[in-house]
């Protein structure tokens, strides 16, 4: 590690969206706006479930994607929280990957183009679509993004931590 980078430490959280018809159907929704559809009824029941889970959770900051079913899914924790009176912040880098000319298509049709290409379904890139490579690298800019929130924050503390001395931590739903 360089002189100016400095150890970060934080607890995060990672919350899949609730299920979507599309996902109960088996059809790739990724980045489209056309396939961005709300919860369906299980799926809300499930955002409601991790929301009791959480309901005393003090978490200082909440990302979620700018797609519709992380954001509802994100409002429903939130609503079942009583710890937070915190606003939902969304960040294009948090959707999940694209799938270009997959998107719409089932994961069947998915698994046969990988088969045809050579390659296994997690490698496949179809037309148009985002590379792991590239969803990695929108990943990673999002959590420097956090990294940099962590060493802004006022309560927040950096190095070494002695014997009975207390430390606040960030702690993110994202």
Known sequence: MSASEKEVAFYLTLVRHG????NK????????QDLDFPLSDKGVQQAKLLGKQFSQEEFTHIFTSDLSRAK?????????NTANFLSI?????????????????????????????????????????ESLEQM???AAEFFKTISKTC?????????????????KTLNILA
């Open 19 to 22: 299920q979507t018809d599309s």
């Open 25 to 32: 159907d088996g059809v790739i929704q990724g980045q489209s």
């Open 72 to 80: 509802q899914t994100a409002e429903i924790i939130l609503s079942e």
């Open 89 to 129: 912040k969304t960040d294009a880098r948090l959707r999940e990957r694209s799938y270009g000319a997959a998107e719409g298509k089932t994961y069947a049709w998915v698994k046969r183009s990988a088969q045809v290409a050579g390659t296994t379904v997690p490698a496949y890139t179809p037309p148009g679509a």
């Open 136 to 138: 990695r690298q929108r």
């Open 151 to 167: 060493m802004g924050h006022e309560e927040f503390a950096v190095g070494a931590v002695k014997k009975n001395q207390q430390l």
